[in-house]
Nanobody, 119 residues
Framework: QGQLVESGGGLVQAGESLRLSCAASGRTFRDYSMGWFRQAPGKEREFVAT????????YYADSVKGRFTISRDSDKDTVYLQMNSLKPEDTAVYYC????????????WGQGTQVTVSS
């Protein structure tokens, strides 16, 4: 069935950067749009960014637009989320997702990676 495996989370200070990675394992996800969602404590999971199968179209939540960049490497079957100018309100568990459309999530989820931004 395959898995999505996230990595790259950690603890940083406000204003710093992190790059998250999401690698396919056990099957390919090259034929699907890929996205990132996040869930902060006590809040619902929310959309962050999506990239289409070809990589030609991207979508971003207003809260991260201009700071975060989603990209994909089809040869490596990996999706990235470059996060710059991080803010404490970006603190959340970040989940990789596959099969969604625009800002809507698809069926496949990774296990999540924690991002903590201190002020």
């Amino acid at each position: 069935q395959g898995q999505l495996v996230e990595s790259g989370g950690g603890l940083v200070q406000a204003g710093e950067s992190l790059r998250l990675s999401c690698a396919a394992s056990g099957r390919t996800f090259r034929d699907y749009s890929m996205g990132w969602f996040r869930q902060a404590p006590g809040k619902e999971r929310e959309f962050v960014a999506t990239i289409t199968r070809s990589g030609g179209v991207t979508y971003y939540a207003d809260s991260v637009k201009g700071r975060f960049t989603i990209s994909r490497d089809s040869d490596k079957d990996t999706v990235y989320l470059q996060m710059n100018s991080l803010k404490p309100e970006d603190t959340a568990v970040y989940y990789c997702n596959s099969g969604g459309i625009a800002t809507m999530a698809g069926s496949y989820w990774g296990q999540g990676t924690q991002v903590t931004v201190s002020s």
